[in-house]
């Protein structure tokens, strides 16, 4: 069984940086897209960053400049290098994946085919 498991998140000074990591158990192979989104408390779910197997990266206005994702798709995980953080940045960071290859990484986020369990980051003088 594939599963995603996210880990790094956690308290952090606004200004501050952390760097979530998704790491995939189970044989899988390789992702098509590879994305973290975030849920704050009261609010939906938005996407944060995303990315393909052939390396194209899109990225929320707000986190655009201050988050850098990547991947490393022979090991089927992703990165999320999060700097400046802001409070309007806590959240629980979510990592999902889809094995399918798409022409855009701009995909829906029903399309994805596995999700991660979460990991908080709280960003807080």
């Known amino acids: 069984q594939v599963q995603l498991v996210e880990s790094g998140g956690g308290l952090v000074q606004p200004g501050g940086s952390l760097r979530l990591s998704c790491v995939t158990s189970?044989?899988?192979?390789?992702?098509?897209?590879m994305a973290w989104y975030r849920q704050a408390p009261g609010k939906q779910r938005e996407m944060v960053a995303r990315?393909?197997?052939?390396?194209?990266?899109d990225y929320a206005e707000t986190v655009e400049g201050r988050f850098t994702i990547s991947m490393d798709n022979a090991k089927s995980t992703a990165l999320l290098q999060m700097t400046n953080l802001k409070p309007e940045d806590t959240a629980v960071y979510y990592c999902?994946?889809?094995?399918?290859?798409?022409?855009?990484?701009?995909?829906?986020?029903?399309?994805?085919?596995?999700w991660g369990q979460g990991t908080q980051v709280t960003v807080s003088s």
């Open positions: 999902a994946a889809v094995r399918r290859r798409f022409t855009s990484v701009r995909i829906p986020a029903s399309a994805y085919d596995y």
């Open positions: 189970g044989s899988i192979g390789t992702f098509g897209i």
């Open positions: 990315i393909s197997s052939g390396g194209l990266k």
